[in-house]
């Protein structure tokens, strides 16, 4: 145990986690500088009348528009903070407590890479980051001459370089392992994208070829099951990179996909050695700099942070699996989708979707669209979404209580996923408004199997009046 321990606080060089901190500093300026500048503050966090929320986060509410913009403020602060490295414990904070705050306000503008962020800025808040290269350093090499206090050391633990590998190798591994399935390997979805996109200059005449989606499933296959592995062997890490360099150019070209692919590009570099900042820059000779000496860490690590790095890196290796515990096909249910790094694997597509809204005192039905409810974005993806169907369901039922009505809420929608032939995603028959939100596996999400005996034809209205022919045990 004693020598596991010594392992883990071995010194090395600060570099590549300072070059980390720059490198994310800066997507996290640049992510607060695009939803500024494009209008996204205000259409995902204030235009929307109602806003879904995570379980157990359903406290969490937007602010006003003027204080929206104050803690968007507050992220871009707090990205300049960590990328100099100023005030860094302050900082780093800020820009962790903002990024979760807004990734929490919008489940159902849920991505992946949103989560990364708040992930990698939340260990970075934990890591110290700033022990070279940073204002926090200059500074504290001037302290001395004033208070005798002693000079941050120029090193830092092993083990903070190693815990962004193991979450970026979490996130490429993962990734990997959610394409072995059938629609995958026979390049669905990205082959019907790639063929929307045969205008594209040079290869989108490719694009539209049988082959073209097949070729790009497996090769992006092959690229994130082996990412990890063959970054760490020291003879094809280079070569290695340099492949997932392509592969992320291309992501950001033929996908609207943000900041993702160039964060990765960037900060996937933490898997070269410790100092390859400063051996890059004098192998340029543009610039003479010298390595700072090599001091061991001012104290070691406490064993209780230990701890909590490891228990949230065995919580990072079992989200992504837990959808195998529940029945049925995940990218059709959405049940274990969330946090599990499955990219660009579902392509749902619902033609009509309408909630029947019955006044258990008069028998009346009332259709409702969801487009004249919420913002067409939200729409659109609740639709595809049980969970968010459900949520949704609930709003309709606490508005008609607010007019003192009470009511049963159903919904009727018909999706096709990956192409394949449509089907009824939710129970017609399941009163909405009385299932409660849970994070076990739902009865009412209809299985993705059934679709070829289902009749997909829209339901009326008189389906619901008088009592339905079945309802649910919470009823």
Known sequence: ?????????????????????????????????????????????????????????????????????????????????????????????????????????????????????????????????????????????????????????????????????????????????????????????????????????????????????????????????????????????????????????????????????????????????????VALTRRLRRVRVEAPALLAPARPTPRWLLAGVTAFLVVQLLLPVRHWTIPGDVAWTEEGHRFAWRMKLRSKSVNDARFFVMDRATNSVEVVDPDEVLAYWQASLMIKRPDMIREFAHYLAEQAALEGRDVAIYADIVASLNGRPEARLIDPDVNLAAEPRTLGPAAWILPRTSAAAQDTEPLAADRWIGPPTQTTSAE
């Open 1 to 277: 145990m004693r020598a596991s321990l010594a392992r883990l606080q071995r010194p090395v060089h600060a570099a590549s986690l300072v070059a980390f901190r720059v490198a994310f500093g800066a997507v996290m300026v640049w992510e607060a500088w695009r939803y500024a500048s494009k209008g996204w503050i205000e259409r995902y966090y204030v235009d929307p009348v109602f806003h879904f929320s995570y379980p157990g986060f359903d406290w969490i509410a937007p602010l006003p528009l003027g204080d929206m913009y104050a803690v968007f403020a507050a992220l871009a602060i707090g990205g300049v903070g960590v990328a100099l490295g100023w005030q860094y414990r302050i900082t780093a904070s800020m820009l962790f407590a903002t990024t979760a705050y807004v990734f929490l306000l919008a489940p159902g503008h849920y991505l992946n890479h949103v989560y990364l962020l708040v992930l990698l800025a939340g260990l970075l808040a934990v890591v110290p980051a700033h022990h070279a290269y940073s204002v926090d350093a200059w500074a504290q090499r001037r302290r001395p001459r004033r208070t005798g206090a002693a000079p941050l050391p120029t090193t830092v633990p092993v083990w903070t370089v190693w815990l962004f590998r193991a979450q970026l190798g979490i996130v490429y591994t993962y990734a990997g392992i959610a394409k072995l399935n059938p629609d995958w390997l026979r390049g669905e979805p990205i082959g019907t994208w790639l063929a929307r996109r045969a205008d594209y200059p040079v290869l989108g005449p490719l694009f539209a070829e049988p082959w073209a989606g097949v070729a790009f499933a497996w090769g992006g296959l092959a690229l994130d099951l082996f990412a990890v592995p063959f970054l760490l062997w020291r003879r094809t890490r280079l070569a290695a990179y340099l492949a997932l360099v392509v592969f992320h150019l291309m992501n950001a070209w033929i996908f609207t996909i943000g900041v993702f692919p160039w964060a990765m590009i960037a900060l996937t570099l933490i898997f070269f050695p410790p100092d390859w900042p």
